[in-house]
């Protein structure tokens, strides 16, 4: 069973985090935790210093943290982005698009169930942060920006 699951070169990030309340009134610490409802925009200008974001998904139909992570990767946050609570083994792929590179989900996941969820599909069919090539633009590539 897997209990942790990172995608990051090198060791995952140990130190605890904080609220983003807490965050924005210190200068010493590096991780941070959002929770559903908070504003993700509150970190842009501290992306600098942030080692580790977390992500709070209090029940696996929320999907505020995937905006979360979509806003910090493309502001240019390069730490680590970890999903934290109610994260299911379905959503992985999902949220690895958006950016997150972590997973600490609150129930340990089935190792190849994972491994079958993460190499199901060769293609995708939407832009995301991850990078991948539509599938749509490897078949028209003159329209890969529109």
């Known amino acids: 069973m897997v209990e942790f699951l990172s995608f990051r070169n090198g060791e995952a990030t140990q130190e605890p985090a904080v609220t983003v309340e807490a965050f924005t009134g210190q200068t010493n610490s590096t991780a941070v935790r959002i929770e559903a409802g908070e504003d993700a925009r509150e970190l842009l200008p501290h992306l600098d210093r942030l080692s580790l974001v977390e992500v709070n998904f209090p029940a696996y139909g ?7 992570a979509r806003i ?22 999902a949220l690895r698009r958006c950016g ?10 089935d190792d190849a169930a994972v491994d079958r969820a993460l190499n ?7 832009k995301a942060i991850d990078g991948r090539t539509p599938v749509w633009a490897k078949r028209h590539p003159e329209t890969t920006n529109g």
């Open 72 to 93: 910090l990767r493309e502001s240019g946050y390069q730490g680590e982005l970890r999903a934290v609570g109610d994260v299911l083994v379905d959503q992985i792929v």
């Open 62 to 68: 929320d999907g505020r943290g995937y905006s979360a």
């Open 120 to 126: 199901r599909y060769a293609d995708v069919y939407q």
């Open 100 to 109: 997150f590179d972590s997973f600490h989900p609150a129930k340990p996941l």
